[in-house]
């Protein structure tokens, strides 16, 4: 499929794409505080909507599962994160509940896997994680991790539900709730929820970058007996850790040395392709 241009309408930086779960429409976020609703239908593509409330760059947009109807989350310099939902028309967009739990700008969102309900974790420059849960009366549950790299969060990424060897008889088939993290102290950390609160899950703290770690991103594993986290770093690598069973150290080899910052890592949905891009504009893909 040749490539597109779209011209999103933003009058700054563009920071992220999310695309929906259909892949019928894109949000963008800008530094020019505003999100852009894209509707794309084969090799056309048409503004819906302009999203309005944050009061700073907005560094991400995520979609929810719709099974929970049409809902995105927005995260910004500001401090706030945002649930919208789409009104009774497709430019209608209204803002469902603000978090204004972060004392700094909040850099990362991630939307748990479905199984675990509507629930948002949230990396912030103040050092702390926050994890969103939504509730049938409409009424959001906060847990906190608390300095979770004291000197900023700059990435979050859920781990699947699914656990490990599942599929081979060897997991639990009942859902896990584990995030994975990155942060300004060159760290990446495996958090598990236990008993109601958020517990280190990695002993000590994954270290092979010599600089802030720019993103994380946990394979989907479909059941198979190993968990898989790629990292980036500002220090140009990318660095592969896996752990082949529940209690086991992590393992972690650099993948590539790209002598640039990266920037993102992101997985395909079958976990065996990982996109890397950096500060070359380039995107690379590799196939594990």
Sequence with gaps: ????????????????????????????????????????????????ATLTGHQGPVWQAAWAHPKFGSILASCSYDG???????GNKPEEWIQAHVFTEHKSSVNSIAWAPHELGLCLACGSSDGNISVFTAR?????????????????????SW????????????????????????????????????NNGWKMDCFPALQM????????????????PKSTIASASQDG?????????EGDQWEGKVLYDFKTPVWRVSWSLTGNILAVADGNNNVTLYDS
Excluded: F
């Design 159 to 194: 781990a699947p539900s699914t656990t490990p060897g599942a599929l081979v008889g060897s997991g639990q088939l009942d859902p896990v709730q584990k995030l994975v993290s990155g942060g300004c102290d060159n760290t990446v950390k495996v958090w598990k929820l236990y």
């Design 209 to 224: 970058h010599s600089d802030w770690v720019r993103d994380v991103a946990w394979a989907p594993n479909l059941g198979l």
């Design 237 to 245: 690598t990318v660095v592969i850790w896996t752990v082949a069973k």
């Design 80 to 86: 706030r994160v945002i649930i919208w939902k789409e």
């Design 1 to 48: 499929m040749p490539a597109q241009k779209i011209e999103t309408g933003h009058h700054d930086v563009v920071h992220d794409v999310s695309m929906d779960y259909y892949g019928k429409r894109l949000a963008t976020a800008s530094s020019d505080a505003t999100i852009k609703i894209i509707g794309v239908s084969g090799s056309s593509h048409h503004p819906l």
């Design 136 to 156: 049938s009366d409409g009424v959001w549950d906060t847990t906190k991790i608390d300095q979770a790299h004291p000197v900023g969060v700059t990435s979050v």
